[in-house]
């Protein structure tokens, strides 16, 4: 899909990229954007690796501790993500047993990113890295006490690790047994500036 030559951003692809919390129903375009959300799939390669927002985003309504969002370019939504508080972090580091401490740090002071995808036709463009890199600003706004971000990431979706790891997420050195489908995680945490 090819931006039009006026486009914001048309020479950047990553340029115009925004997060857009859509858990803020009848604000602006949060309406229209959550409509779009739902439509937007994930490339058949990765169906395993990530859960879409026609399944993620009603539980992410019906559960306070996570913050569904949009990664938009411009005004086009091109993604999707949940920052969750609270529980996840917490049964992560149980999961991790004695090396929660040097992975999770503190799990009042965390938040896990989740479900997190571009679609297939705007991937490659250096949006995924931006929109990590530009998540403080929404995680302060959910969490104002989290001094880090989490995400586990199959290791066998070396694309999705090359973006976190240019979005500003370093490797813990640990792995966590989330889902049988997608193999290994590894757990990456980016600190919250």
Not at 1 to 10: E, K, N, S, T, Y
Not at 61 to 69: K, S, T
Not at 154 to 158: I, L, Q
């Given at each position: 899909?090819?931006?039009?030559?006026?486009?914001?951003?048309?020479g950047d692809p990553a340029a115009g990229v925004r997060l857009l919390r859509l858990d803020l129903r009848g604000e602006g375009e949060v309406d229209r954007v959550r409509a779009a959300v739902?439509?937007?799939r994930v490339a058949p390669g990765?169906?395993?690796l990530v859960t879409e927002a026609v399944e993620t985003l009603p539980r992410a309504?019906?559960?306070?501790?996570?913050?569904?969002?949009a990664v938009m370019r411009a005004d086009t939504p091109v993604g999707f993500g949940i920052i969750e508080r609270g529980g996840a972090v917490s049964r992560l580091a149980l999961l991790l047993g004695e090396a929660?401490?040097?992975a999770v740090?503190?799990?009042r002071a965390a938040v896990l990113l989740r479900a997190f995808y571009l679609a297939p036709e705007w991937q490659n463009r250096r949006i995924g890295r931006t929109a990590c890199a530009r998540l403080d600003a929404l995680v302060r706004a959910v969490h104002p006490g989290a001094r880090a971000v989490l995400v586990a990431v199959?290791?066998?979706?070396?694309p999705a690790v090359r973006a976190y790891l240019a979005g500003g997420f370093a490797p813990t050195g640990h792995q966590v047994p989330l889902t049988a489908t997608a193999g290994p995680q590894a757990l990456l945490r980016r600190p919250v500036r």
């Open positions: 899909m090819a931006d039009p030559p006026d486009a914001p951003g048309a739902l439509r937007l990765q169906r395993r309504d019906a559960d306070p501790d996570r913050f569904p969002f929660a401490p040097t740090g503190d799990p199959a290791e066998t979706n070396r």
